[in-house]
């Protein structure tokens, strides 16, 4: 005979999922099928509070409901919206969720008491980070390269992530969701080699991504003409980004690829020869450094 304790904690599931449950003949005693009963119930309100959590944390990103609705929403299930949020998006090669190593590895580097993953799609997720005072620049930058280390190393798996200011405001959070994709892609098409993108460091890249296709293909035609910046070899690609990074240096740009000085100087005459683009004089690196961008930003919608 079932206890009439047990009766209820089986109502109780019942509610909660809808699904009526039968008890079968067993060894087990009441007071061992009430910690059975119970356990199920605890793990199922859990992770209904986390989906539901999510759902509306989502939602209110995407615009789909007001900042006075989420705010009301997570309180009731103890998100404390007064707190300061990180958010970091990250976008991964292949789907994450094909096994349970991505989110495993990132529940252990990360306080899940203090953080929120959201689940956007098979290849993106968001990470919600709420901390006690403002986060610098420098901290989230951080924060985001341990997270792509830990997951290259641990997991195997390359992720990109892109991150904005840390926050207090609640109503800014969908503005600064939106930053973050507009980073992943301007990230994507005009710095590709890297693996972080901060909103704010992402120079002329977030600068031509406003222009129109017509404006980009004019200013090249007119200020460049018969230079084709998509048929550079990766040596001469290299080199050119490498010597921009340095501040236009010689002797910094040699040591870090390890050249001789006179290679580099013949890599940089052989350009000019080629081009008309001294990258040597300031005004020439300037062009290149632009016909390079605008020819990025024009292949990359082309192959969308």
Same mark, same amino acid.
């Given at each position: 005979m079932i206890s009439e304790t047990n009766i209820n904690l089986i109502e109780k599931l019942k509610e909660l999922t809808g699904i009526p449950f039968s008890i079968e003949e067993n060894e087990l005693s009441d007071q061992e099928l009430e910690q059975k009963l119970n356990k199920l119930l605890e793990t199922y309100s859990t992770n209904q509070v986390s989906a539901s959590r999510n759902t509306i944390f989502l939602r209110y990103l995407n615009g789909h409901i007001t900042a006075s609705?989420?705010? /009301? /929403?997570l309180h009731h299930y103890h998100f404390d919206t007064d707190l300061y949020v990180n958010l970091y998006l990250l976008?991964?090669?292949?789907?994450?969720? !094909?096994?349970?190593?991505?989110? /495993?590895?990132?529940?252990?580097?990360?306080?899940? /008491?203090?953080?929120?993953?959201?689940?956007?799609?098979? %290849? !993106?997720?968001?990470?919600?980070?709420?901390?006690?005072?403002?986060? *610098?620049? *420098?901290?989230?930058?951080? #924060?985001?390269?341990?997270i792509e280390n830990t997951l290259s190393s641990e997991a195997m798996t390359p992720v990109r992530?892109?991150? *904005?200011?840390?926050t207090r405001d609640f109503e800014a959070l969908p503005t600064s969701y939106r930053n973050l994709t507009l980073a992943m892609e301007i990230g994507m098409?005009?710095?590709?080699? *890297?693996?972080?993108?901060?909103?704010?460091q992402l120079?002329?890249?977030?600068?031509?991504?406003?222009?129109?296709?017509?404006?980009?293909?004019?200013?090249?035609?007119? %200020?460049?003409?018969g230079i084709d910046f998509?048929?550079?070899?990766?040596?001469?690609?290299?080199?050119?980004? %490498?010597? #921009?990074? %340095?501040?236009?240096?010689?002797?910094?740009?040699?040591?870090?690829?390890?050249?001789?000085r006179n290679t580099l100087v013949y890599r940089l005459d052989k350009f000019h020869k080629v081009t008309g683009l001294d990258l040597r004089d300031f005004d020439d690196a300037v062009s290149c450094k632009m016909g390079m961008l605008l020819t990025e930003y024009l292949d990359y919608n082309k192959n969308m």
């Open positions: 609705e989420a705010r /009301s /929403s976008r991964f090669d292949r789907p994450y969720n !094909e096994d349970d190593s991505v989110l /495993s590895i990132l529940s252990e580097f990360i306080d899940r /008491s203090t953080s929120e993953f959201l689940q956007v799609s098979d %290849t !993106e997720l968001v990470i919600v980070h709420l901390t006690s005072s403002l986060a *610098d620049a *420098d901290s989230m930058q951080n #924060f985001a390269s341990q992530i892109s991150f *904005d200011q840390s098409t005009f710095y590709s080699s *890297d693996r972080l993108y901060n909103y704010h120079g002329l890249g977030k600068l031509i991504s406003s222009l129109p296709n017509e404006a980009c293909e004019s200013y090249l035609k007119e %200020t460049l003409p998509s048929s550079l070899d990766s040596e001469t690609r290299n080199t050119i980004n %490498t010597f #921009f990074s %340095t501040g236009l240096n010689i002797a910094e740009t040699a040591r870090l690829l390890y050249l001789h």
